[in-house]
């Protein structure tokens, strides 16, 4: 083979391989060609995955809607930690302000204790 074919070859091979494609290597299948199993289906099932892991089921409804409520959730979150923040300091304690983030929003305030007290428990 020549060197320039095997340079087209190569480059082909690159350019499948960067598509989401991966060379047979299903025995049942043995077709010696190409499958595709990255692209979308890949990219949509990582998402679906993430937001099931983040605790926002899918089941029975739209993976957008699930989305949209991971967004929601986000953002109460983010409000109630700024409200938290701006306080007077004199009205509550820091405990106070944090038992109430932990009984509003647990699974952000065990994030949050995570990223910023590492080691305790919540
Ligand atoms: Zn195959």
């Known amino acids: 083979m020549s060197d320039d074919l095997q340079q087209r070859l190569d480059k082909a091979e690159w350019v499948l391989k960067n598509s989401g494609f991966r060379h047979c290597d299903i025995p049942a299948c043995n077709c010696g060609s190409w499958h595709q199993v990255g692209g979308y289906r890949a990219r949509f099932d990582e998402i679906n995955e993430a937001v099931e892991e983040a605790g926002f ?40 302000r944090l038992a109430r983030f932990r009984s509003k929003l647990p699974w952000a305030y065990e994030l949050w204790v995570r990223k910023h007290l590492p080691g305790t428990n919540c």
Do not use: H
């Not at 899918?58 to 109630?80: I, P």
């Open 57 to 96: 089921s899918t089941n029975g409804r739209t993976l957008l809607d699930a989305v949209k409520d991971m967004a929601e959730k986000y953002n109460d979150a983010q409000n109630l930690i700024r409200q938290l923040m701006e306080q007077p300091v004199i009205e509550d304690t820091l405990y106070g």
